[in-house]
């Protein structure tokens, strides 16, 4: 169908922070700013320790740690990121996140369980992670943590802890870069990656030790470390393209508009939402979005959509035209579905088959990969893929509903030449439709595909488009017909012999 041309939470000013460290996801949150660039030739320095006479804590501090401000939840990975850049690692907090294994559709940054399995594939030996107190012995038990905490930083080790952000009510989990304690002041220094200036902030031992256990049970309480010992670093591998971490971000932002009821499923290049069952959402995401992506990849196109897409699956009439009336302010003009380049969405009823979402595909990727497509060609290979199969791995249209009224049309005498199809302006193909441009525009296709010429015309019209617009001089030499309308009678004569079903 036509294409219509239409979160950490703020705690403090531009504060972010996390969704949970530790345990399932809470809200999406808020936006943080980008991250800062790096001091030039910062590396960290050893940790400096000055002991006290009294046997208390010593000073220690890891000097010259950049700091990085965290994307929405991603406090771990920023967090990780800092100390990686100190070490002079190129690593960010995407990469981060890609070796967590996160799952991009949670719409969340790394859980302590994720950013262990991150950390300890960029090589950091993380100790012991996750300790159980008994709330009646915690006094003594977080000073035993707090001990192996300072004997780390003593010897260079910075250590990454699952904290309250503070000490109000129902406050957030946030992971936060421990770098130093200054035992005059009795105070542990660190990276707030939540704030621009969170650089070797300070906070009263006390209160982060109130603020460190994690209190899901009156008895039991649980504390979180992962220190940060560069036993031998291996630097991943690039994210090329689209990352998970963009995925997860793109989760975050949509997560405040999906109704209450609806499946969120990541299936690049696109982010699928259906108010079906959770099966059954899932289902269309790999069997018909995964599918058609896949083959239309395979022969037609190299780059994918610039945007990541939001596919809204509605799974009946009803859904589908409140969904449209309420996101769009107007009722849909099709009962099928479309795509909006402007809100970058295609909505789907698809309560009337998968074929409109196989045609809709085309349509982000035709944007893609030939931005100068008329109407025709866009229009007549989406048209061609919405009654689909699949033929030694590649796609290809059969016969369909469109192909009575095209028939129709043919013995009647009214139907267009192959220069005025290919010649119309999108509002021609659009608005002064005589009924039949979809259908000819399909099945001109269909020939092609039939006898093994679309590749070869795809191919060849959109290297060519410059000099020739409308793809029809294209036609003539990929069919060695230099007079189209000998052509297209022969053309008439093969659709008139067609039959659906």
Known sequence: MR????????????????????????????????????????????????????????????????????????????????????????????????????????????????????????????????????????????????????????????SIVCMHYDDRPHTSEHFRLVLGYDAERDEVIYHEPAVADGAYRRMPRAKFLALWPLKYDARLW?????????????????????????????????????????????????????????????????????????????????????????????KDAASYRRFVQERFGEAPSTPYGFYSDRQHALVMNIATGGGTLVHEIVHPFMEANFPECPAWFNEGLGSLFEQSADRDGHIVGLTNWRLAGLQRSIRSGELPSFRELTSTTSHQFYDQDPGTNYAQARYLLYYLQEHGLLLRYAREFMQNHRRDPTGYQTLQAVLGEPDLGAFQKRWEAYVLGLRFP
């Open 222 to 314: 649980t504390v979180i470390r992962l220190r940060l010992d560069a036993a031998s670093i291996k630097l991943p591998d690039p994210v090329v393209g689209v990352s998970p971490a963009d995925y997860a971000q793109a989760v975050m932002r949509l997560r405040p508009t999906v109704p209450t009821g609806f499946t969120v499923v990541v299936e690049p290049p696109f982010i699928v939402v259906g108010n079906d069952v959770q099966a059954r959402v899932r289902e269309r995401a790999s069997g018909t979005v995964r599918w058609t992506v896949n083959r239309l990849k395979r022969d037609f196109f190299t780059r994918d959509p610039e945007h990541i897409l939001t596919i809204w699956l509605l």
């Open 3 to 158: 294409p219509r041309r239409d979160w950490c939470v703020k705690l403090a000013a531009a504060a972010v922070v996390c969704a949970g460290c530790s345990r399932a996801p809470a809200s999406p949150q808020g936006s943080a700013g980008p991250s800062q660039p790096d001091p030039a030739s910062a590396v960290a320095s050893p940790s400096f320790a000055t002991p006290l006479p009294d046997g208390g804590y010593a000073s220690a501090l890891i000097e010259n740690v950049p700091h990085v401000v965290q994307k929405p939840d991603f406090c771990g990975e920023a967090a990780t990121e800092m100390y990686l850049r100190a070490l002079g690692k190129p690593v960010d907090q995407d990469q981060v996140f890609a070796l967590s294994a996160m799952p991009p559709e949670r719409g969340m940054g790394a859980t302590t369980h994720e950013l262990k399995t991150a950390l300890v594939r960029l090589g950091f030996d993380v100790g012991p992670v996750w300790h159980v107190l008994l709330a009646v012995e915690a006094q003594t038990e977080l000073a035993h943590r707090f001990e192996e905490l300072h004997a780390d930083l003593a010897r260079g080790v910075p």
